[in-house]
């Protein structure tokens, strides 16, 4: 798929991988829909990058919320082609604690709510609307869904129970997903990322930053989100990239702790 002209939801696009995303594909020509909970930086993000950029206060395990902004990016923009879902959570929390205590259900839920359900809740009305469109080539190629997954969903540490479980049915969904639409031209595929320097490292220790920057093989740094953001690109643009779960994460392979 060509970039120029064509229409991006983005879900946690005020931030970190989302971000860094957003501002390549708007360089490549792309129309972008911003959907997010941080308005301040949403905002800022849709005044600085001009008008093909705008942002939606959205909550993405909301039906009704995220209805509505993909009508209104149907309406700003006259389509979507692409749908690429970075919204979610971390959570850290042992199945049974040291004091006996059981993982509390609620937290559980809440990370399975957001980091699965609502990435299932965006691309599945984004598709919808990709379906009415007409094909973009001969391929009957009508949008891309990328969906953000993680090495804890393969290799999950202690206390990820609940995160690694979301992250793991991501990537076991995508060629489900992909098959699923297939017969509509949307393709399907799923980034795992590796250690990314989003702003959340910067709160680390330096001993503990530098322990993590020297569990990765090569190279031995944590990987940056304008790489996850060349990725998405490369997956968007290239037609014959359908229903894989691409790592990118410098060969690390996550140990227990």
Do not use: W
């Not at 001969?138 to 997954?149: F, S």
Request: with cysteine; net charge negative; charged share 20%.
């Amino acid at each position: 798929m060509n970039l120029k002209n064509k229409v991006a939801v983005i879900t946690g696009g005020a931030s970190g991988l989302g971000e860094a995303t957003l501002k390549r594909f708007v360089s490549h020509g792309v129309k972008c829909a911003i959907f997010d909970l941080n308005d301040e930086r949403g905002n800022s993000l849709a005044e600085e990058l001009g008008n093909d950029v705008v942002y939606y206060n959205v909550d993405v395990t909301s039906e009704t919320n995220v209805e509505d902004a993909v009508n209104q990016t149907v309406a700003k923009f006259g389509a979507i082609h692409i749908n690429c879902n970075y919204a979610g959570i971390g959570h850290g929390e042992k199945t049974v604690g040291k004091e006996h205590q059981p993982h509390a259900l609620e937290t559980y839920k809440r990370v399975v709510d957001i980091n699965l359900i609502g990435t299932f809740n965006v691309l599945r009305l984004c598709a919808a609307q990709m379906t009415k469109q007409e094909p973009l080539d001969d391929d009957g190629n009508r949008g891309v869904i990328l969906n953000t997954a993680s090495v804890a969903g393969q290799e999950g540490q202690i206390g990820q129970a609940a995160y690694a479980a979301t992250k793991g049915a991501i990537i076991g969904s995508t060629i489900c997903l992909a098959r699923d639409l297939a017969q509509h031209g949307i393709r399907v595929n799923t980034i795992v990322p590796g250690l990314i320097h989003t702003p959340l490292f910067d709160e680390l220790p330096e001993n503990v930053y530098q322990s993590l920057e020297s569990s990765v093989l090569n190279p031995q740094r944590l990987g940056k989100p304008e790489e996850i953001a060349h990725l998405a690109q490369y997956l968007v643009e290239n037609d014959y990239m359908n229903g894989e779960c691409v790592r990118l994460d410098g060969g690390i392979r996550m140990q227990a702790r």
